[in-house]
């Protein structure tokens, strides 16, 4: 009886496994094209120059002195250098920090209802504990970005960012 069983659910389960194994690799040509093509356009080449060049190799490796504290969401000692963003920079309010002797652009993204009013307050050289999940770069800018998700200083919270509504 069970020989028999074990008989008629093997080939389903093994068509069920071709089918599942069939489509993975159809979804990752797909991105992959997208990728070539991209590459392939002049923002992509431009970009890939950045990567190769002095300040893209830069900021690279300003990333991953933080990496680790970024992936395990962990404090990370900074240092405001500037409380105010690079010349052009179009991401909303932030300020220029130091974080293991590299410098780094602490983003926070666009205010609404005075949700930055305490972190206007601090000040040059003053120390912050800093937790980040968002970790980013851009050819446009000469330091790597790190989102301000929650700040503290002096072991009181300075910012925490609020939870995004409506899921994701």
């Known amino acids: 009886m069970k020989k028999a069983i074990y008989l008629l659910l093997a080939p389903v389960l093994l068509i069920v496994l071709l089918a599942f194994t069939n489509t993975k690799p159809k979804v990752v040509n797909v991105k992959n094209a997208a990728l070539i093509k991209w590459e392939a356009s002049p923002e992509g ?5 950045w990567e190769a060049s002095p300040a893209g190799k830069k900021v690279y490796a ?3 002195k933080i990496r680790k504290s970024i992936k395990s969401f962990s404090n990370m000692e900074g ?3 500037s409380l105010s963003l690079p010349q052009g920079a179009r991401l909303g309010y932030g300020m220029m920090v130091k974080i293991n002797g590299e410098d780094f652009i602490l983003a926070f993204g666009i ?7 305490q972190l206007k307050a601090l000040k040059v050289n003053d120390k912050i504990m800093i937790k980040s999940r968002g970790l980013s770069h851009a050819p446009k800018y000469a330091f790597p970005i790190v989102a ?12 925490k960012r609020p939870p995004n509504k409506g899921g994701c």
Do not use: C, L, W
Request: proline share 0%; charged share 35%.
């Open 45 to 49: 080449i431009s970009f890939k120059k």
């Open 62 to 64: 300003s990333e991953a």
């Open 79 to 81: 240092v405001v250098t």
């Open 111 to 117: 205010e609404s209802n005075n949700e930055f009013k």
């Open 148 to 159: 301000g998700d929650y700040i503290e200083r002096d072991q009181k919270i300075v910012y």
